[in-house]
């Protein structure tokens, strides 16, 4: 792609991790021709688009730029001409995302924002918007390339490319990026005198590393990282507890696991710390909502020109910057490698040919060229087959407003048991997001009629929040 004047939109623009992306447009200043940068949001989060929008615009004059910096409530108005549209957005703000995380333990089950039975209404909520979003693009700016890393990223993703058909799109994930610089610390070595190899699918991939020399790093690393000595802080992830992984488990497997994989391998664990926090009131969700808090407020100085460190307590600090990086390298045919969802075909031929998988590849002019990874070992490739049924099952879900289809995605989730207890938490789950729901208006009308226990249950929960 060779544009001059170039037009980027930012759905979910008030999102306080919008400093970061302005920060890492300017980085690459020489690199993007930035003409205007549209912030878009909602109505509900107009006060916070307003605060980052300000923040923005300091931010781009400090920097010397003459790029405009525009703030909307009017999507279809922002995407008039777009060149690039990000996306970024949280369907029920964080309220739904407490919602995902109490429910669930309320019942001594796993409540977490992209894993789980939160990770799948989180889906459900968020791929029907995505899929809109792209019926606008076709309209109105058919050319443009899709970045997007609203969560569950993998699923959105898939559901953009396969059912939305919009095949300019790139998925995007910020965990890789801490799994190269622990890589990199422990062996070293720089980043760029490595090479590294994920694949999987989003929260659910993992990865090979080679040195400059040829040899391969992997099980020294295993040893390294999750080997008798290590220690909590392995774990670069700031959302999750860093429980430690099996080491013979690991060594076994022969790969570098994703951090996320401590909800499989280490499920009770995981799933105790979970419970505690939920006991004291101390969720990830409620967290984050202190974060933020915090973080606004120092949006709001007017002196405050470039993104504030504390910005890297939240869990997705650098998705922005890898965003832009995707830009810049689509733009310029860079051919930077990188780790994002994308198309398979073929890459892993243990999942379907037309899946969206996150694999390592080189971001092109013309989009993701994938590096072919071939097939997991036994131990591997069971887990990943299942996880991927899951995601197709709850994409379906999501834009058909199948009840059953929704169950059946509950009971092949490996963190949410099956049987009578997937029903409760499903419809306790349907009632609670209501709102954000309207594909499966008809069946949360049944659960309000029907089940006046469940109505009671989730709303007693939510007034003790």
């Not at 957005?89 to 789980?116: C, M, W, Y």
């Not at 990026?177 to 993992?206: M, Q, R, T, V």
């Not at 390294?224 to 690991?250: R, T, V």
């Not at 799933?271 to 120092?298: C, N």
Request: glycine letters at 8%; one cysteine or more.
């Amino acid at each position: 792609m060779s544009k001059e004047a170039l037009k980027i939109v930012t759905i979910g623009g008030g999102s306080s991790y919008t400093p970061e992306l302005i920060e890492g447009y300017i980085k690459r200043k020489d690199q993007l021709p930035i003409k205007e940068i549209v912030l878009v949001d909602i109505e509900a989060g107009k006060e916070k688009l307003e605060i980052v929008g300000e923040m923005a615009k300091r931010m781009v004059k400090a920097a010397g730029l003459d790029w405009n910096v525009e703030l909307t409530l009017d999507r279809r108005a922002a995407l008039e001409g777009a060149d690039f549209v990000t996306t970024q957005f949280r369907v029920g703000l964080l309220e739904a995302r407490v919602k995902d995380e109490r429910i669930p333990l309320s019942h001594g089950v796993l409540g977490q924002e992209t894993n789980g039975a939160g990770g799948m209404f989180k889906a459900f909520r968020t791929i029907p918007v995505i899929l809109d979003i792209i019926k606008d693009m076709k309209e109105i700016c058919p050319d443009a390339w899709l970045v997007n890393f609203t969560n569950p990223a993998g699923m959105v993703t898939e559901a953009a490319i396969k059912h939305g058909g919009w095949k300019k799109t790139v998925g995007l994930c910020n965990v890789p990026i801490g799994h190269c610089s622990a890589a990199s610390e422990k062996l070293g070595i720089p980043e760029d005198e490595l090479f590294f190899k994920f694949a999987g699918i989003n929260h659910f991939h993992w990865h090979r590393v080679w040195d400059k020399t040829g040899k391969e790093r992997t099980a020294e690393l295993i040893d390294l990282i999750y080997g008798p000595n290590q220690s909590e802080d392995d774990n670069h992830l700031k959302n999750i507890h860093s429980a430690p992984f099996h080491y013979e488990q690991i060594m076994d497997l022969g790969l570098l696991p994703c951090g996320y994989h401590r909800y499989y391998y280490i499920e009770d664990e995981m799933l105790k710390h979970s419970i505690e926090e939920f006991e004291r009131g101390e969720t990830r969700a409620q967290v984050v909502k202190e974060t933020e808090s915090r973080l606004f407020e120092l949006y709001k100085d007017p002196k405050l020109d470039y993104k504030p460190e504390e910005l890297s307590q939240r869990g997705g600090t650098h998705y922005s910057d890898a965003a832009c990086e995707i830009i810049a390298s689509i733009q310029n045919d860079k051919r930077t490698d990188m780790v994002v969802s994308t198309e398979n075909n073929g890459t892993i031929t243990d999942l379907p040919y037309d899946s969206i998988v996150e694999v390592s590849g080189a971001v092109t002019g013309h989009g993701v060229e994938p590096y072919n990874w071939g097939a997991f070992p036994p131990a591997a490739r069971g887990i990943i087959q299942n996880m991927k049924a899951m995601e197709e099952t709850t994409i379906r879900a999501a834009i058909d407003g199948d009840y059953g289809a929704a169950l059946q995605a509950f009971t092949i989730n490996p963190l949410v048991p099956g049987g009578t207890m997937a029903k409760t938490l499903l419809d306790e789950l349907l009632y609670a997001h209501k709102d954000y729901l309207p594909q499966f208006a008809e069946k949360i009308k049944e659960i309000e009629k029907n089940q006046p226990e469940t109505v009671e249950y989730v709303n007693e929960l939510m007034k003790s929040n």
